[in-house]
């Protein structure tokens, strides 16, 4: 069967009937365990930053490289590989992405340097561009015209899986050393296996919707200035977001090690309390913006976590594992709704759009990375905490947004 696009596909993207209720949540089962697995194997990379700052003698410059490698490759890539599929869509690309990142891990077990460790980064980064616009289309498809629902379901295996990455450094790598590393190729070879079922589903959708007459595309009834204006904004909202948790993602460990003096395993259990809290907070977005509005949601997320993030440099190792939990719970609600809102203001270019905005995050993931080991070089760790502390009240902003409720 030939997998060229037509045009109803991307009105599909928009909300296409599915198949059962049953086999909807079998699906959005499926792509968030594989969104489990791949953000676990990002997360545990990112965990591991200790082991590799002792074994090769990294400073904190290099270990933003590291993130930024990885970042920089993924976000580049989204959008292009969501657009070609938004046109061609292919069921065995998750399957494709997946392999990247397994090669990537293999490389990185067995790194001799750090250049090498670098090419490792752009490996993975390069499978998380590939699986990260596809399989937000398929949750789309699979969401029954629960839209935030989906993406939240979908999202929140992949923070879950970002949650439990610090554990199994942990458990697994830190006492092994390196090439323990190669474990997580199970995983990466679990995800590939499963991520060929879900293929399978996506090949069948498509020839069921081929068969379909042409379905038109929905308009918002927005000015394209303002589409723009509004893309922007959803942009600059997502850099504030993922700018401030490349602190937290990347930093936390050496912040809560140099000011607290924790051992290195203890930071990573705060870690992990952090990026629990993401994964708890994740799965509300969604379905709250299906029934108050993305806009409300996104005011509350972005902005309403300020007051926290200004306290946290000043608090106590209590205050600060009380702190960084309700900020990770409360920005992670964000992100659902941010990415549902820009697919409703561009209709039928799902694939581009998930691709942009996930790529965009990574992006500014990796930049926020490099730039504040930069900081931490030149200024030290704490003052990263006393700059980041700002970026939320850029979610004034959101008063740009137009609301959409009232034109749907």
Not at 66 to 80: D, F, V
Request: proline letters at 4%; one cysteine or more.
């Amino acid at each position: 069967m030939s997998e060229r696009l037509v045009p109803s596909v991307a009105s599909a993207g928009a909300g296409a009937d599915t198949a059962a209720e049953q086999t909807r949540f079998r699906v959005l089962g499926a792509i968030s365990f594989s969104h489990f697995l791949n953000d676990m194997i990002q997360s545990m990379i990112l965990s591991i930053y200790p082991l590799l700052k002792g074994e090769f003698s990294l400073s904190f410059t290099q270990i933003g490289l590291i993130t930024l490698t990885y970042q920089i490759t993924a976000s580049l890539l989204q959008p292009m590989v969501g657009a070609y599929t938004d046109k061609h869509p292919k069921s065995w690309a998750l399957s494709l992405g997946m392999g990247f990142t397994l090669v990537g891990l293999l490389v990185l077990a067995t790194a001799p340097d750090f250049a090498t460790v670098l090419i490792a980064s752009a490996l993975v980064g390069t499978g998380s561009s590939i699986f990260h616009p596809e399989s937000s289309r398929v949750a789309r498809m699979a969401s029954g015209g629960r839209h935030g629902l989906a993406q939240s379901i979908f999202q929140v295996g992949g923070n879950a899986g970002s949650a439990m990455g610090p554990l199994l450094a942990i458990w697994v790598v830190m006492p092994r050393g390196q090439g323990a590393i190669a474990w997580f190729s199970l995983a990466a070879l679990l995800a590939i296996g499963v991520l060929w079922q879900i293929g399978l589903w996506y090949r069948r959708e498509l020839a069921h919707i081929q068969r379909k007459p042409r379905a038109a595309v929905l308009d918002n009834g927005l000015p394209r200035g303002r589409v723009m204006l509004a893309i922007g904004v959803l942009l600059v909202l997502i850099f504030s977001k993922h700018f401030y948790l490349a602190s937290l993602q990347s930093y936390y460990t050496f912040y809560l090690i140099e000011k607290f003096g924790l051992s290195v395993e203890s930071a990573q259990l705060h870690l992990f309390v952090f990026l629990f809290a993401v994964a708890a907070g994740t799965i509300l977005g969604g379905p709250i913006g299906d029934r108050i509005g993305r806009k409300q949601v996104i005011w509350f997320s972005i902005l309403g976590v300020a007051p926290f993030t200004l306290l946290l440099p000043h608090a106590n190792l209590l205050w600060t594992e009380i702190l960084t939990f309700i900020i990770g719970f409360v920005l992670a609600s964000a992100f659902s709704a941010i990415v549902v809102f820009a697919q409703e203001l561009m209709p039928g270019k799902v694939g581009m759009v998930s691709g942009l905005f996930f790529g965009f995050a990574f992006g500014m993931g990796g930049l926020g990375a490099a730039v504040l080991g930069k900081v931490a070089d030149a200024r030290g760790i704490f003052y990263v905490y006393d700059l980041c502390a700002w970026l939320p009240l850029l979610g004034l902003l959101t008063i740009l947004l137009p609301d959409l409720r009232k034109r749907a």
